[in-house]
């Protein structure tokens, strides 16, 4: 029912509709006449306006290609902005953008040499020298000892160190093996991050850190070997025995530090900066030098300190160690940077050659005017005589060095050699101090046999010695004649009273007369009292030279018997021919045996104990 009622509702909007369209219907034709007038006019005016429009669709065209030629300018302008914002970094070349890739790669690098780096252990130094000598722990005695001295000659063969030069030839033939500095096969690394640091123009960064690094681990290394630097001031304080022992040391260090850490460290730096000169040799000079100067400062201190006798041959030993390894100094530190490290090496070398001369000469000067006071009480061989004579020993397995030191040609003829002038100065000098000494003695006979004993042992020294090709036979021969004319002085000034007390020589009677001699009593008395005499007197002086002469010393054995036998051949018969001929005077008198106290046998038994050294009681002169 609803639905009915809505029916006329909806019939009269149905017709509004259709009015309305009707409407529309009217005005649609009306606007399709309007239009179809619009076309005809629009037509007419299209005709008219066809040449306006012909000009405007070319103004378009010009207008679409100025568009794009615009566009086409502001990419090339566009292009010009970033040229110029990158303009910067493409004159700084690769900096610009490396900076921080090369930053992080020295580190990289310093981190590698840190990690790599060793030190080396002063143990496996060692075992790579295997003809290295070890310092001598023994002393040399001084001058000024010499006198208070009671050492015999053998006592003082402890004059010249270990000779630490003695090896060098060998080890020259010898290819030692080099510590390890960088293990092997970090070197190519090590070597690719140089040649990229130095590429970028970082050259300096990369030298200072490589030497930063190597020359710290480098001096470790010689701080763990014991290295130390020494001052003139320090050398002077020492007591001779610690700087003898520093000396042999020093040399020790040299060598090693030549012959194996710097040639290592040389290899590695020239393996890591391979076809990277300047900075290959600059790196090396730089990490080396530290350390070196060290050395050759000690060496320096050494040189400068106060001269002295005993300092001779150690000079001597540094000098020969100078100039073995100046050769491998040269080859070692070769580049321009080093050039100041060889200057100051071959400085130091000079220096030690002009040292030693002139602590030749001070020993020269220091023998001569040696004044003991106090002599040797038994004659025997005095300590200056035998440290003078170990000197010259020594001196002599120091030829080739000598030679060098008076850079003397090795084809000069050796007895012209200024080693054999020196040498016959030297004895000379020490002769004529022993002629002084001997002055002390109050016996003369002593002054005789103190005077046989330095000559022989001086003289038999040099025969056993190469100063015998030096000096010549004429020399040899003519100082033994000194020594039998200090013998023979001797025997005459020591026995020639005992022999005047035996000899026949004014046993004549109270009337001048001859006394006979025939045994009998009557005949001649005032001969028997005479001849008891001369007994008597024989007899007191015998003993009193056994007393003092069984406490002098004739140390060479063979020298001791001959001498024994010189008097025995003098004495003995004629003791023997004064018994005989005057005994039987004494046998008819009271106690003979008072008189004729000794037998030959008795005598040359006793003469056996002479020259022993046997002191008995107060010591006498």
Not at 362 to 381: I, M, Q, R, S, Y
Not at 476 to 504: D, E, F, N
Not at 551 to 571: C, G, H, N, Y
Request: proline fraction near 4%; hydrophobic fraction near 35%; aromatic fraction near 8%.
């Amino acid at each position: 029912m609803a639905a009915l009622r809505d029916v006329p509702s909806l019939l009269a909007q149905a017709e509004l509709i259709r009015e309305s369209l009707a409407k529309s219907q009217i005005i649609t034709d009306n606007m399709v006449e309007i239009l179809g007038s619009f076309d005809h006019r629009l037509s007419s005016l299209e005709t008219a306006m066809r040449p306006t429009q012909v000009r405007t669709h070319a103004f378009r065209v010009a207008h679409g290609n100025l568009d794009k030629t615009l566009k086409a300018a502001e990419a090339i302008l566009t292009q010009f902005d970033v040229s110029r914002q990158v303009e910067n970094k493409i004159i700084q070349g690769p900096r610009g953008d490396y900076n921080g890739a090369m930053g992080k790669l020295e580190e990289e690098f310093r981190q590698l040499l840190i990690q790599t780096s060793k030190q080396v252990e002063p143990a496996r130094l060692l075992e790579a020298l295997p003809n290295s000598t070890k310092p001598s722990g023994g002393s040399q005695p001084e001058m000024g000892d010499l006198a208070s001295s009671n050492n015999s000659p053998a006592d003082m063969t402890n004059l010249k160190s270990s000779h630490p030069g003695s090896n060098m030839e060998g080890e020259r033939k010898l290819a030692l093996t080099l510590p390890v500095l960088i293990a092997p096969r970090m070197i190519p690394q090590l070597k690719e991050m140089a040649q990229r640091i130095v590429g970028a123009g970082h050259h300096q960064q990369c030298v200072k850190i490589y030497k930063e690094i190597r020359a710290s681990s480098l001096e470790q290394s010689l701080r763990k070997l014991g290295v130390e630097r020494l001052t003139k001031e320090d050398v002077q304080k020492m007591q001779w025995e610690v700087l003898e022992g520093k000396i042999g040391n020093w040399i020790q260090f040299m060598r090693i530090s030549i012959k194996l850490l710097f040639v290592a460290e040389r290899k590695i730096c020239d393996q890591i900066f391979q076809q990277l000169d300047p900075y290959r040799e600059r790196c090396f000079a730089e990490v080396a030098e530290s350390g070196f100067i060290v050395l050759l400062s000690s060496g320096d201190a050494i040189a400068k300190s106060k001269k002295s006798p005993e300092k001779l041959f150690v000079l001597l030993d540094m000098y020969e160690t100078m100039c073995d390894l100046l050769p491998e100094i040269e080859i070692i530190f070769s580049g321009d940077p080093s050039a100041g490290i060889r200057e100051t090496a071959s400085g130091l070398t000079k220096r030690l050659s002009q040292t030693a001369q002139e602590t030749f000469n001070d020993f020269l000067e220091a023998v001569e005017k040696d004044a003991t006071k106090t002599p040797v009480l038994d004659g025997t061989v005095h300590p200056l005589t035998s440290y003078v004579i170990n000197y010259v020993k020594f001196l002599f397995d120091y030829q080739a060095t000598v030679k060098q030191l008076f850079e003397e040609d090795e084809n000069v003829d050796k007895s012209s050699s200024q080693l054999a002038t020196a040498t016959r100065k030297i004895l000379q000098v020490l002769q004529n101090n022993l002629d002084g000494k001997s002055k002390q003695y109050k016996d003369p006979a002593l002054t005789q046999l103190f005077l046989m004993n330095n000559m022989h042992y001086i003289v038999r020294s040099v025969r056993r010695s190469e100063a015998k090709d030096l000096l010549g036979d004429d020399w040899v021969q003519r100082h033994r004649r000194i020594v039998q004319q200090h013998a023979t002085t001797y025997q005459r000034t020591a026995w020639g009273k005992a022999l005047q007390y035996l000899s026949g020589q004014g046993l004549s009677s109270s009337s001048g007369g001859s006394t006979g001699l025939t045994g009998n009593a009557d005949s001649g008395g005032m001969s028997r009292a005479v001849i008891k005499e001369r007994f008597k007197n024989f007899n007191l002086l015998f003993e009193e030279l056994h007393q003092k002469q069984t406490q002098w010393t004739i140390p060479d054995s063979e020298l001791r018997e001959a001498v024994r036998l010189a008097i025995a051949e003098v004495l003995l018969p004629a003791y023997r021919n004064f018994l005989r001929r005057y005994s039987s005077i004494l046998d008819n008198g009271k106690n003979p045996q008072k008189y004729m106290k000794y037998s030959p046998e008795d005598l040359e038994r006793l003469l056996g104990e002479f020259f022993e050294g046997k002191f008995k009681g107060d010591q006498r002169r």
